[in-house]
Structures are given as C-alpha cells and as structure tokens.
T-cell receptor, first 114, second 113 residues
Framework: AQSVTQLDSQVPVFEEAPVELRCNYS??????LFWYVQYPNQGLQLLLK??????LVKGINGFEAEFNKSQTSFHLRKPSVHISDTAEYFC????????????FGGGTRVLVKP | NAGVTQTPKFRVLKTGQSMTLLCAQD?????MYWYRQDPGMGLRLIHY???????AKGEVPDGYNVSRLKKQNFLLGLESAAPSQTSVYFC????FGSGRQQYFGPGTRLTVT
C-alpha cells in the first residue's frame, strides 16, 4: 500500500520570503501526485498535479513542485509568499492503475507572518 | 454551477444517535467520495462510489454506511454515533479517467458528545 509523508506539520514564514513544503511518498508502482490547499474553514482545492512529462509542474498562485522519482519526492515551492497563502497544504498520491482513490499526507500548516 | 455542496455544515450529536450527511454535485461526475479529516492525519477515505447504485469501502469504513441512489447524491450515514467519530467530513467528486482531480465540498463539522 502507498503512503505519503509530509515532513513538516507547521511552517512559519515571513511575508515575501520563499517557502518549501516537503512531501515524500512510498509506492512500488507508478503514481500520480497532487498538492491541494485548504484555506481556513473551507474545502480543499487543487494547486497542481503531476501526471507525466516534465518533472517541474507549475500551479496556481505562483506555486510549483518538482517530481523526483529516485527520491520519491514531490516538494512544493513558492519564491515569495503572501499573507493570503496562510493555509494548510496537503500532498496526495494516486496509484495509476488503481481507480481514482487518493492517499493524503498529514498536511503542513503554513503561517505567513507580516 | 454550485460544484459540490454538503448538508449540514455543523452538527452536534449525542452518543448513540444517528444522522445522515448529504453530498450533492452538479458536475455530472461518476465518482464520489467521503473523507474524514482529523488533526495531523490528513484526509482518510471512508467510502466511495464509482457510479449510481455502487459503493465500496475505503480506508476507515467502520461505523459508517453510504448510499448512492442518484448519480448526483452521495449519502453518509452514522447509525450509532461515537465520540471517535467527531471530525470534519468532506465529500468530493471526480469524473471518470485516470489522473482526474477531485473537487471538494466545504465540509461538515460533526461533534459527538
């Protein structure tokens, strides 16, 4: 069975500073990878996804992530954060040949300070 | 389009009471899902459905039942609520096809006392 580990449960960061959220997964088969964001008291919305092709994926709101197959990682980055990026971020994986079920990591709470 | 909606938004139950959470989507999606979200554990899949009239167990199905009588609706039932079921519940839907993203509802916050 696959699993997803988000190494940081909380990341405080100052406004306009860069941020990196780490995600590692374990799976013996090929996967699709996703990052979702959850703003306070809301549902999840998709930031970006990796299905195939270029390992650098660009998403909404200036976020990007890089798929590293050898390290089984899919880290999320943003070069300059805004107060509005304060949210919880979830990494998720889906086995390519196993329906559409997602396995989520535990989440990383980002707090952007002025 | 409203997307994915959930009813109710909040609920407080006493141990042993029952309730049904309703999820509706207007995107004509084939797949629908119920998750629970608990601090530090991300979202865990309770049950899911790949089409009208079909349901399947997810990662944490015990204590829950589901039904999908209509394509646009997916109901989650708690027959005898327990404090361990205090959580935030999210419904999601997606279209058929590998790699399709899931669209999430706003959540239902359930407290069982």
């Amino acid at each position: 069975a696959q699993s997803v580990t988000q190494l940081d449960s909380q990341v405080p960061v100052f406004e306009e500073a860069p941020v990196e959220l780490r995600c590692n997964y374990s799976s013996s088969v090929s996967v699709y990878l996703f990052w979702y964001v959850q703003y306070p008291n809301q549902g999840l919305q998709l930031l970006l996804k990796y299905l195939s092709g270029s390992t650098l994926v660009k998403g909404i709101n200036g976020f990007e992530a890089e798929f590293n197959k050898s390290q089984t990682s899919f880290h999320l980055r943003k070069p300059s954060v805004h107060i509005s990026d304060t949210a919880e971020y979830f990494c998720a994986v889906k086995i390519k040949a196993a329906g559409n079920k997602l396995t989520f990591g535990g989440g990383t709470r980002v707090l952007v300070k002025p | 389009n409203a997307g994915v909606t959930q009813t109710p938004k909040f609920r407080v139950l006493k141990t042993g009471q029952s309730m049904t959470l309703l999820c509706a989507q207007d995107m004509n999606h084939e797949y629908m899902y119920w998750y629970r979200q608990d601090p530090g554990m991300g979202l865990r899949l309770i049950h899911y459905s790949v089409g009208e009239g079909t349901t399947a167990k997810g990662e944490v199905p015990d204590g829950y039942n589901v039904s999908r009588l209509k394509k646009q609706n997916f109901l989650l039932g708690l027959e005898s609520a327990a404090p361990s079921q205090t959580s935030v519940y999210f419904c999601a839907s997606s279209s058929f096809g590998s790699g399709r993203q899931q669209y999430f509802g706003p959540g239902t916050r359930l407290t069982v006392t």
